[in-house]
């Protein structure tokens, strides 16, 4: 049976199996779009801006911890900045998985502009709609020929990423004042999770715990998270968050160093690098 997307749907749809009808990607429970705007797990939609370069905890459990890189501009004539998820680390396990997107002035969606890595390791897919690849029990295939794919592990999690920027039209009506120079090409994201205790926190899990009740101000037009303090982590691939739930004491016995690569740390010391691990 073919559906077409509503018309409301700029980010594209995705099947309902329950209703057996289309329904926007940034309207489900777990959805974060746009400027960055959450759907929790209760189903209530909120704003989480956070600070432009800053890493931020989306998820934190006991086993998986997920962090987002935001990137923005800033409003002269507002007290924050503009903001979107450039790209996310998500740490399980002993592994660390990262997507990210690159920096483009005009966008072009036939181009690629996705950025994936696994265990500090490129992955590199076949720009073919349905090309996949594995290790063990992650997956990770393309949902369109470029700019979206779908990762997955089982009994963990699954996470729909698409890369998209921020256009003129965008710009001119929420006076973003975003230049030739950089699109701000930014993720669209969707997590769906299988197996989070009732202790799950962070921007977006503390949505899915059974006693939560939300902190935003119902009924407001724009319903903002605050927070930042308790969600910003040291660095994207950092464990460090105040309300941080995740047993990153994995990533630090000897037999995890072994085949631990993180892409890039900063040391207090100075040093950094592909390959460095830093210690207290």
């Not at 049976?1 to 199996?17: F, L, Q, R, T």
């Not at 393309?142 to 890369?163: C, D, L, P, Q, S």
Request: proline share 4%; net charge negative; hydrophobic share 35%.
């Amino acid at each position: 049976m073919e559906h077409a997307c509503p018309g409301a749907c700029p980010g594209g749809c995705e099947v309902d199996c329950v209703t057996c009808k289309p329904v926007c990607r940034c309207e489900r429970p777990g959805a974060v779009c746009q400027d960055p705007r959450f759907i929790g797990g209760d189903g209530i939609t909120f704003y989480f801006h956070g600070k432009k370069d800053k890493d931020f905890c989306l998820i934190s459990d006991s086993n998986i911890h997920i962090n987002a890189h935001f990137i923005g501009r800033r409003n002269e004539n507002m007290k924050r900045d503009f903001t979107w998820v450039q790209s996310i680390a998500i740490l399980f396990d002993k592994h660390q998985l990262f997507i990210g997107t690159l920096k483009t002035s005009t966008w072009d969606d036939s181009v690629d502009r996705l950025v994936l890595s696994f265990d500090g390791e490129p992955v590199n897919l076949p720009e073919i709609e349905g090309s996949r690849w594995q290790s063990t029990n992650l997956s990770i295939s393309r949902a369109a020929e470029t700019n979206n794919v779908i990762v997955e592990v089982e009994g963990k999690f699954k996470i729909t990423a698409k890369v998209v920027p921020i256009t003129e039209e965008d710009s001119r009506i929420h006076n973003y004042g975003i230049t030739k120079e950089d699109c701000f090409a930014h993720l669209d994201l969707g997590f769906k999770f299988y197996s989070l205790s009732d202790e799950v926190n962070g921007v977006l899990g503390q949505t899915y715990s059974p006693g939560y009740v939300t902190r935003v101000k119902m009924g407001a037009h724009m319903p903002v998270m605050g927070g930042d303090r308790d969600f910003e982590t040291s660095s994207l691939f950092a464990a460090d968050c105040a309300v941080a739930r995740f047993n990153s004491a994995v990533f630090y016995d000897k037999e995890s160093m072994k085949i631990l690569e993180l892409p890039s740390l900063n040391c207090d010391s100075g040093i950094g690098g592909k390959g460095v691990v830093c210690k207290r």
